[in-house]
């Protein structure tokens, strides 16, 4: 089955085609500023370059969050119109899953996504990537306890330099991995109709938090 994969939670917009669990092609434009603009433009460039029309794809997998709000938002929006036009079902994944599909070779591997002012998004996964615990959203300080409680762990993402992580890994958001969880959440019958896909958040946006604290 043809799978189209996208997330647009970070600076990397990406987008994916995959064939069950494997990649045909992936591309990406990293400058966050540009989702808006580019996002239909590069799925568009995808599907022509790989011979491919909306109605080969059998399923969507979007990345749910967290990360950039506005990021996330454009991508949602923009797969459930696709998705309820052309009667696609979809399923949701989070960019802490994408991210731990970038590591390989440790017994759990933690993402961390950098909310800035030392605050982290932060997912445990075991070396299967099955998610072993809550997402956090909170100081890093704060999760080093639970953290340290795993030995033999990896720790990716932009907000791995928290933790003094020195690794190899590849701290980008991708598509394809998106593609490769929303497969696996398909075998499982996880996936949704497009009015019922959803947008993770593990806090308030920054103007949302702005407006309660002026309150």
Same mark, same amino acid.
């Given at each position: 089955?043809?799978?189209?994969?996208?997330? $647009?939670?970070?600076?990397?917009?990406?987008?994916?085609?995959?064939?069950?669990?494997?990649?045909?092609?992936?591309?990406?434009?990293?400058?966050?500023?540009?989702?808006?603009?580019?996002?239909?433009?590069?799925?568009?460039?995808?599907?022509?370059?790989?011979?491919? /029309?909306?109605?080969?794809?059998?399923?969507?997998?979007?990345?749910?969050?967290?990360?950039?709000?506005?990021?996330?938002?454009?991508?949602?929006?923009?797969?459930?119109?696709?998705?309820?036009?052309?009667?696609?079902?979809?399923?949701?994944?989070?960019?802490?899953?994408?991210?731990?599909?970038?590591?390989?070779?440790?017994?759990?591997?933690?993402?961390?996504?950098?909310?800035?002012?030392?605050?982290?998004?932060?997912?445990?996964?075991?070396?299967?990537?099955?998610?072993? /615990?809550?997402?956090?959203?909170?100081?890093?300080?704060?999760?080093?306890?639970?953290?340290?409680?795993?030995?033999?762990?990896?720790?990716?993402?932009?907000?791995?330099?928290?933790?003094?992580?020195?690794?190899?890994?590849?701290?980008?958001?991708?598509? /394809?991995?998106?593609?490769?969880?929303?497969?696996?959440?398909?075998?499982?019958?996880? $996936? $949704?109709?497009?009015?019922?896909?959803?947008?993770?958040?593990?806090?308030?946006?920054?103007?949302?938090?702005?407006?309660?604290?002026?309150?």
């Amino acid at each position: 089955m043809k799978v189209l994969a996208v997330s $647009t939670s970070s600076n990397n917009c990406s987008v994916s085609l995959l064939e069950d669990d494997k990649l045909i092609k992936e591309l990406n434009i990293c400058n966050e500023k540009t989702h808006s603009e580019k996002f239909m433009p590069l799925i568009d460039e995808l599907l022509t370059s790989t011979n491919t /029309s909306l109605s080969n794809i059998a399923l969507i997998a979007v990345d749910n969050g967290p990360g950039s709000f506005t990021g996330i938002r454009i991508g949602i929006a923009t797969i459930k119109a696709i998705a309820e036009f052309r009667n696609i079902p979809v399923v949701g994944c989070s960019s802490l899953e994408g991210l731990a599909y970038n590591v390989t070779g440790f017994d759990y591997i933690c993402s961390l996504i950098d909310a800035r002012n030392n605050q982290v998004y932060a997912g445990i996964f075991d070396k299967n990537y099955a998610q072993i /615990s809550e997402y956090f959203a909170d100081d890093i300080n704060n999760l080093m306890p639970t953290l340290q409680k795993y030995s033999n762990i990896a720790y990716v993402g932009d907000g791995a330099y928290l933790v003094n992580a020195s690794n190899n890994f590849d701290n980008t958001i991708h598509s /394809s991995n998106i593609g490769i969880c929303g497969y696996r959440k398909y075998l499982k019958g996880l $996936t $949704t109709d497009a009015d019922k896909l959803s947008v993770m958040y593990l806090r308030k946006s920054q103007a949302e938090r702005l407006k309660y604290n002026n309150s």
